[in-house]
């Protein structure tokens, strides 16, 4: 069985609304009121969380200009590690503000946590939910420590291997924690949709056994719509204020106003997908009438024989089902029929043995 948890107020699991989750990353380009406007635009465009980062440069690399630490093969190419990192980090002094400024607003905050300190940080701001980055996988001691808090765990799995997201979630469920999300990843930046294979969503739910979501890097809002509809029951998507703005994520990232492009699609999506239903719905009722029956299509006399020639299939419905065609050929009438009536039995002669 899938399990579903609580983030918040909100349940997550299938057969509940995705979770739509607004990743600022680094989008907030070291301005701590741009970084407030973006939690307003996203809780405008729909929202229900937002997702930061907690690391400095020194909690994730070294600061070292020697060639295995440049960035090669993406759109930071050319840069360390630790340049790059320096960049993009969320200040930590920022982040129980804005998780206090996320709740007023009625939106959860939470974030990844890249080392043990920053997870001891983010219980002492006592955010909801606890995030593993998709390069973070493989850093098992971290994992575990995430899942000790007893908080739910939500793991992005780009790159990972079926035996690396095995391994993962064996560790969280090794410490009594059964609060597992898995989300699809492509890890380039920007993705391109030929490289999603979000076919793989519906298979890690029934291969783990988890809620499956959709950690999305591409460019535009289909891919999270199409994810919906495969079962993604979280959505977490990069924004920004402008693509214009400088900054290592804009690129890749939504606008406000395209994010709740996003959210409205993936709740239409919601709606349309429903369940499984056979015959006519609420709406389709009144149009039942517009089906083929049998009509009179010829003027007739009591005694005339029912031929192809007077009865037909034809719009609307008033008449006869149409498995009685053949029935009524060569039967008689019981009485003067004028054409455009719907063939009824009564109008038929009954045959007497």
């Known amino acids: 069985m899938k399990r ?63 060639d295995c630490f440049r960035i090669k093969g993406t759109i930071w190419d050319g840069r360390t590690l630790y340049d790059l990192y320096s960049e993009a980090f969320t200040p930590w002094e920022w982040q129980p503000r804005l998780k206090e400024i996320a709740e007023e607003m009625g939106m959860d905050l939470f974030s990844a946590a890249f080392d043990p300190s920053a997870v001891d940080f983010l219980e002492e701001m006592g955010t909801p939910v606890h995030k593993v980055a998709s390069f973070e996988i493989v850093d098992l001691p971290l ?8 908080k739910p765990i939500i793991v992005s799995t780009g790159m990972a291997t079926r035996e690396e997201i095995e391994e993962a979630i064996l560790t969280i469920r090794n410490t009594g924690n059964s609060q597992i999300a898995l989300l699809k990843c492509t890890s380039a930046y920007p993705a391109s949709p030929g490289e999603m294979n979000l076919r793989t969503i519906p298979d890690m739910m029934e291969t783990f056994q988890v809620p499956t979501g959709l950690s999305d890097h591409s460019i535009g809002i289909e891919v999270p719509v199409a ?25 890749f990232s939504l606008e406000p106003g395209e994010f709740k492009a996003m959210v409205d699609a993936v709740r239409t999506a919601e709606e349309a997908l429903g369940s499984v239903s056979y015959g006519p719905g609420k709406q389709e009722s009144s149009s039942l009438v517009f089906r083929r029956s049998l009509f009179v299509v010829g003027d007739m006399k009591a005694g005339d024989t029912f031929t192809t020639e007077n009865i037909r299939s034809i719009r609307p419905g008033f ?35």
């Not at 994992?143 to 007893?150: D, N, Q, R, V």
Request: hydrophobic share 35%.
């Open 143 to 150: 994992i575990e420590k995430m899942a000790l808090t007893g």
């Open 227 to 251: 994810a919906v509809t495969l079962g993604a029951c979280i959505i977490e998507k990069h924004v920004t204020l402008s693509r214009k703005a400088p900054g290592p994520d804009s690129a």
């Open 319 to 353: 008449g006869l089902h149409t498995r009685h065609l053949k029935e009524v050929i060569g039967k008689t009438a019981r009485g003067e029929i004028s054409r455009g009536t719907p063939l009824t039995w009564d109008l038929v002669e009954k045959t007497h043995a």
């Open 4 to 66: 579903s948890f609580e983030i918040g107020n909100r349940r997550v699991g299938p057969g509940n609304p995705a979770y739509i989750v607004a990743e600022m990353s680094a989008n907030h380009n070291r301005d701590f009121e741009q970084a407030v406007e973006i939690l307003r635009a996203v809780k405008d465009a729909g929202a229900d969380a937002v997702k930061i980062q907690t690391y400095t440069p020194d909690t994730l690399t070294i600061r070292c200009d020697s």
